[in-house]
């Protein structure tokens, strides 16, 4: 029975020490919620309720394509999207579905870059697309997919939904 109170006498400790620190932590019944009237000398208190700081939220990170994002494309990519994103890779052939030709603009304009973002991390099927393409999130840090739907977005020559 653990995270249980075993007896009553526990129970009677626990409640005690709880109403010992409610009770600390209170102000008696007819004051409560009203604030005490300054004394002669003193001036009035006002409530002060203390405000976080609002985080700044930074400027989206710009991710461009580098020769790294080539390279990264070309390793992990071009196997079956092909060396120029044509969807003719070396693995098409194998593939029970045919590669995304990233050259095309007509399907890729009708998707975000989050809609991309989204297939490359967590692969085809968590995208309602093709079972054989991997997530790729184990592998890629969120910057390098985000430039490598850039990327993509240079091969077909056409801009997010």
């Known amino acids: 029975m653990t995270g249980r109170i ?11 020490a709880l109403a010992l620190v409610l009770g600390a932590c209170g102000e008696d019944k007819q004051s409560a919620g009203r604030p005490r009237p300054p004394t002669e000398n003193e001036p009035p208190v006002v409530a002060t309720v203390p405000v976080e700081p609002v985080p700044q939220t930074p400027a989206p ?12 494309y070309q390793w992990y990519c071009a196997q ?6 044509k969807g003719n890779g070396i693995n098409a052939p194998h593939t029970a579905v045919p590669p995304r030709d990233h050259t095309k603009a007509a399907y890729l304009e009708t998707r975000s870059d989050e809609q991309l973002f989204h297939v490359i991390k967590f692969g085809g099927l968590a995208g309602g697309r093709a079972p054989c393409m991997p997530r790729w999130g184990h592998t890629l840090d969120d910057d390098m ?7 993509i977005r240079e091969l077909c020559h056409c801009e997010a939904l």
Do not use: D, F, Q
Not at 6 to 16: F, G, I, M, Q, Y
Not at 61 to 72: G, L, S, Y
């Open 6 to 16: 075993r007896n009553h006498k526990s129970l009677k400790a626990v409640l005690l």
């Open 61 to 72: 990170k710009a991710h461009p394509v580098t020769a790294k994002t080539k390279e990264t």
């Open 80 to 85: 079956c999207h092909g060396v120029k994103g």
């Open 145 to 151: 997919i985000h430039s490598l739907v850039n990327y």
